[in-house]
């Protein structure tokens, strides 16, 4: 079992930066599989970026490439998600997900565990 607890949303203007946290309980967080998704109302999720449990392999969604930074520290069961040059487009509920075998996807339906996410709001 894993428990996840993001935090560092916030209001934010346009170009600025943003640094979300995902605070993992559970001695399975090391093997996991770690992404970030974002939803708006009335869209579906969105993936964002995910991160190997060994931190080798990366992946980041086209929208946010060049501009996100996902990683993370299996010592303090923590994901982290730079944010920089955020757009208004960029506004979401963000949500943490856990992978637990460790098989790095876009695909919100292979994640076991979510947060109950954190509000990014960008304006204009």
């Known amino acids: 079992q894993v428990q996840l607890v993001e935090s560092g949303g916030g209001l934010v203007q346009a170009g600025g930066s943003l640094r979300l946290s995902c605070a993992a309980s559970?001695?399975?967080?090391?093997?996991?599989?770690m992404g970030w998704f974002r939803r708006v109302p009335g869209k579906e999720r969105e993936f964002v970026a995910a991160?190997?449990?060994?931190?080798?392999?990366?992946y980041y969604g086209d929208s946010v490439k060049g501009r996100f930074t996902i990683s993370r520290d299996n010592v303090k069961n923590t994901v982290y998600l730079q944010m920089s040059r955020l757009k208004p487009e960029d506004t979401a509920v963000y949500y943490c997900a856990a992978e637990r075998s460790g098989i790095l996807g876009t695909n919100p339906a292979a994640y076991d565990y979510w947060g109950q996410g954190t509000q990014v709001t960008v304006s204009s």
């Open positions: 991160i190997s449990w060994s931190g080798g392999r990366i």
């Open positions: 559970g001695r399975t967080f090391s093997r996991a599989a």
